[in-house]
């Protein structure tokens, strides 16, 4: 069959001067851009618009006028971006292109959450032309994932905020009318609620490191609540100070209010008094107010409370000089805020710009279901922080809280806090220097390593947080470069002290097995050093949730590769006992991202296991030039980031390394004392063997795999005997662990998508036989690709096979993938083809392509061998078989792997227990089992999710539940959630499942693939 794929008609060259005369009175009339910057966006839509015809088909539910003018906010937005970055630009400000993305996003009728869920979909098409144009370094220069991240930190906040200050302060309803006093306007509340919020955009502004981390942010705004409470009439508290379990903390004098505060939100009263003294700074700066020490005031604002160290201002909140304090803080604003986004929206909930989904997952249009959803109690609004004591539900009357001393639910922003909790009460105390059990062991080796050790832990995180030594006070305010400083500093510090605690750990754990301290092999290794710095780094910056420095960082400045990282993620996890659940999900997660993509993208250290490996690859891997460069060497990076002295900026040490200019490049190129990737390792064998350093931290205990080698193989020299044994080399034995944990992620994505299209167990066996094959077989079509593009391909194809009788179509699989927590439109809209070699039309410009596409021109040729071995090929004829999975004598031919059944997967918590249904199942926690009046033989789960059928009483939804649960099951017991600490799934996916289970998504163009 031919690939039907829609080409550039005789009438889309006719419109092709409509599409660019629409363009042009959007930059002119729309934008009133000047002349030169509709030259310049006139040379960037030119250069990508032949994007546009494919973008409409891509759309899906899209009609073409709205898919013009989400291609007409790309290319503008880009030029805003790369243009003003460009040197003549600089400084051109608010002139000439100095537009904003929210008056593209208004001129062109968007909201950020659609643009931004579609952006990524046109950059990766476009990135070529934008490579040419403006470098090499575009994608770091564009910050569009610092964008999305940002606009996601402010949506928290903003609501954490809005919800805070509902619990404190009435709101402009019934209540206020009933209890007001009658000379101020109904609408006075909304207008303090305004106003704290643009107080704290002011520290955001000001006050704050440009980092902007959620934990500071929550910090600020708490102050900011603060100085409310001090300053608000006691007419509008929703508490009385006297008598209100929300104030715990008093005294001789009165409540302590910021130790009351940092009750509420777990946070650090120390943070929280220096937040407030800038928040007061700029009061007194920017309104010009005059401070008094609040124990000389007599306010009636101020009765009860501890006033020792508070300040007051007088009249701030009074009605007359609120209007002029609020026209000033916005004229503050605008003055100051030189970036993209108007943050005053978030307070003003314009739906209409910011739109009403998440932008966190799911392909679907963003509509009202979101608002339903966050309606109904979804496990990331009922789980709290293990480290939190436990919350009861709480209720709401005439919008206040019933027992004033209940928490609300958790959010990502009390969630942040109480991690950050732990990192300020566990780790924070630690020394800054290895302890005197790890020095013993640093000590003991052949040489003593405690100042190598030393050295690298503070150059490595002195180049994740580099700290920029041009700074200075200014107007009594600390400069933004100071506040970076300080902020880079208390990072380092907590990334260094976890770092120290886990080696600990992990040093002890390998001596008892030992039976000895001289660890020499391990505590010399330059990688496996590398890598737990970086782990310890990514764990401090997950706490504190920066909008900026997002993962990847840490590997971009480290000089590791996502490979190296999957190898000790596990064990980080065992080593570190006390990580909160949010972090260890935070790694489970990250793994699965390194497992499904970033391993395989180009420059992975898996290439120069893999041509050792399998040998046969060499050719293809290095015609796409995927090998990884050496590691930096550690003097390298010293010298790089000036590691005695000033410093600039620190970019990335590996990607973009082929652009011209970039240091990075040169420090790739020096490998120093830093043993190439194929060099021979000469170190000591280790004899620390970590159970599960290669398995994957999700559902891993149940599923059948050989025991791990030494750690210490897995950093060794691809080429090194394995000390195991067994005559593989430690290349060989590392890419079986690596393809066995990427067979146990495809497994339990293709039993989600079986049990998604609720299809029969053989269908399920046999799209995993083949899946497992092509990745032994023809591990080339994973080069450069997503995991995922081969599970949806392997569905399609075994669909087609006759014996199975299903009717399915890749416009459903899609449909039903785009439904899964994990899905990203990415996955299948743009899928990497080389060019070179496929049997793409040599005129098509593109290197990604859809799904669609890829499985007729690629994946369906490459496979045709693997599906006769497996007895698959003749897919239309009723005598062909898949075979038996357990049936040795059916099995492909001699050489390759055993076909395997499908591995036992553990119970997942939560668990969806109907694949109709949006109910999940947990199991209940040990503090509430206790709680129960005894304990019978019957197991006990938390449950959440929709009725199981309308209008249904819980009691019947409970039942048949349970039902459906003991009926499913062969032998009645316990559901078997493995290590419900390590194999947790994450809550979010699970709230994300729950929306997109009734979200649309957008379908694939119709055209049906060839066999």
């Avoid at 104030?247 to 937040?275: H, I, P, Q, W």
Wanted: net charge neutral; proline share 5%.
């Amino acid at each position: 069959m031919e690939d039907t794929k829609p080409s550039a008609t005789t009438s889309n060259n006719t419109d092709a001067d409509g599409v660019e005369a629409r363009f042009t009175a959007l930059c002119k009339n729309g934008l009133s851009l000047d002349e030169k910057t509709c030259t310049e966006a006139m040379k960037l839509f030119k250069e990508t618009k032949h994007l546009l015809s494919s973008y409409v088909s891509a759309i899906g539910t899209r009609m073409p006028e709205e898919a013009e003018r989400f291609f007409f906010s790309f290319v503008l937005y880009s030029l805003k971006r790369l243009s003003e970055k460009s040197g003549e630009n600089a400084q051109q400000g608010s002139d000439g292109n100095g537009f904003t993305l929210c008056q593209i996003l208004r001129t062109t009728k968007l909201n950020i959450v659609d643009f931004l869920k579609e952006l990524h979909q046109f950059l990766i098409k476009a990135g070529p032309a934008l490579s040419n144009m403006y470098g090499e370094d575009w994608e770091s220069r564009l910050e569009a994932k610092e964008l999305e991240a940002n606009i996601d930190q402010l949506n928290h906040l903003s609501k954490s905020y809005k919800r805070r200050f509902r619990e404190l302060f009435l709101t402009s309803d019934s209540n206020i009318e009933k209890q007001q006093n009658a000379t101020c306007p109904p609408d006075c509340a909304s207008e303090y609620c305004r106003f704290g919020w643009l107080l704290f955009l002011a520290l955001r502004v000001h006050a704050f490191s440009s980092f902007k981390d959620l934990v500071t942010c929550t910090n600020g705004f708490v102050s900011v609540l603060a100085i409310l409470i001090i300053h608000v009439p006691i007419r509008f508290r929703n508490f009385k100070i006297t008598d209100s379990p929300r104030f715990v903390k008093k005294g001789d004098k009165g409540v302590d209010l910021l130790a009351s505060l940092c009750n509420m939100y777990d946070a650090s009263e120390d943070d929280l008094r220096k937040t407030m003294e800038m928040a007061n700074k700029l009061i007194e700066d920017i309104l010009k107010k005059k401070p008094c020490s609040a124990s000389e005031c007599k306010a009636e604002t101020l009765e009860n409370i501890d006033t020792d160290g508070l300040v007051y201002f007088e009249g701030l909140m009074e009605e007359q000089s609120l209007s002029s304090s609020l026209n000033i803080l916005e004229k503050d604003y605008d003055d100051a805020n030189k970036g993209e986004l108007d943050e005053r929206v978030f307070i003003k909930e314009e739906d209409s710009f910011l739109g009403l989904g998440s932008l966190s997952g799911g392909s679907g249009n963003v509509t009202g279901v979101k608002r339903k959803f966050d309606s109904i109690a979804s496990p990331s609004k009922t789980i709290s922080s293990p480290l939190s004591p436990y919350r009861s539900p709480v209720s709401h009357a005439n919008g206040v809280l019933g027992p004033p001393n209940a928490r609300m639910a958790a959010t990502p922003v009390s969630t942040a806090m109480t991690t950050a909790k732990w990192l300020r009460t566990v780790v924070c105390p630690l020394p800054a220097k290895p302890s005197a059990e790890l020095q013993r062991f640093l000590s003991s080796c052949d040489k003593d390593v405690t100042n190598d050790v030393s050295r690298r832990a503070h150059i490595i995180l002195e180049a994740i947080f580099p700290s920029n030594h041009e700074c200075s006070v200014t107007g009594g305010l600390q400069s933004a470069n100071l506040m970076d400083n300080i902020w880079m500093e208390q990072r380092r510090m907590e990334a260094l002290k976890l770092y120290y605690r886990v080696l600990e750990a992990m040093c002890t754990a390998e001596a008892q097995i030992l039976h000895a301290t001289n660890l020499t092999s391990l505590l010399t290794n330059e990688r496996f050093h590398r890598c737990m710095l970086a782990c310890s780094a990514e764990l401090v910056l997950a706490t504190h949730k920066t909008a900026t420095m997002l993962f990847p960082t840490v590997l971009d400045r480290t000089g590791i590769t996502a490979f190296d990282l999957s190898k000790v993620i596990e064990s980080f996890i065992r080593h570190e006992e006390s990580l909160p659940r949010e972090l260890r999900r935070h790694l489970n997660s990250l793994e699965e991202r390194l497992l499904e993509s970033m391993v395989w993208e180009k420059g992975s250290s898996m290439y120069n296991s893999l041509i050792v490996a399998k040998p046969a690859l060499s050719t293809e891997i290095n015609r796409l030039g995927l090998l990884a460069d050496p590691m930096p060497s550690l003097d390298a990076i010293a010298m790089h980031i000036n590691f005695t002295g000033g410093m600039p900026t620190v970019p990335s040490l590996q990607k973009h390394e082929t652009s011209p200019g970039n240091v990075g490049c040169s420090i790739l190129g020096q490998n120093g004392d830093v043993r190439s990737p194929k060099r021979l390792c000469t170190d000591y064998r280790s004899v620390l063997v970590e159970r599960n350093s290669f398995t994957s931290p999700v559902k891993d205990r149940l599923l059948a795999v050989k025991k791990a080698p030494p750690l210490q193989s897995a950093f060794a020299s691809p080429t090194r005997p394995n000390p195991g044994g067994g005559g593989e080399t430690c290349a060989e034995t590392g890419i079986n662990i690596f393809f066995r944990k990427i067979n146990k992620l495809a497994a339990v994505r293709i039993n989600g998508m079986v049990e998604r299209l609720q299809l029969s167990q053989q269908v399920r066996e046999s799209v995993y036989c083949l899946f497992k094959e092509i990745l032994s077989q023809r591990t080339s079509l994973f080069f450069n690709r997503h995991i995922d593009q081969i599970i949806l391909c392997c569905f399609y194809v075994i669909a087609k096979i006759s014996k199975f009788q299903i009717s399915l179509t890749f416009r459903e699989i899609v449909r039903n993938y785009s439904k899964q927590p994990q899905c990203k439109p990415q996955v299948f809209h743009n899928v990497f083809v080389d060019r070179s070699s496929s049997q793409l039309d040599a005129r098509t410009r593109e290197d990604h392509v859809d799904i669609i596409t890829f499985y007729n021109k690629v994946f369906i040729p490459a496979v045709k061998p693997v599906l006769a071995e497996l007895g698959l090929a003749g897919t239309t004829t009723k005598t062909s078989r898949v075979p038996e999975a357990n049936n040795s004598n059916d099995g492909p031919c001699p050489g390759s792997p055993k076909v395997s059944p499908f591995p036992n997967l553990p119970d997942m918590s939560p668990k969806k227990v109907s694949a109709t249904h949006n109910v999940y199942v947990s199991p209940l926690r040990t503090s509430k089992m206790d709680a129960l009046i005894s304990h019978s033989s019957k197991s006990y789960y938390a449950c959440v999710g929709e009725s199981t059928r309308a209008f249904q009483s819980p009691s019947k939804d409970l039942t048949a539940i349970n039902n459906h649960l003991n009926g499913t099951r062969k032998i009645r017991g316990a559901l078997n959630f493995d290590d419900v600490d390590v194999g947790l799934v994450s809550d979010s996916m699970v709230a994300k499942s729950l929306y997109l289970q009734n979200g649309s998504s957008p379908p694939l163009k119709s055209e049906q693939p060839e066999s």
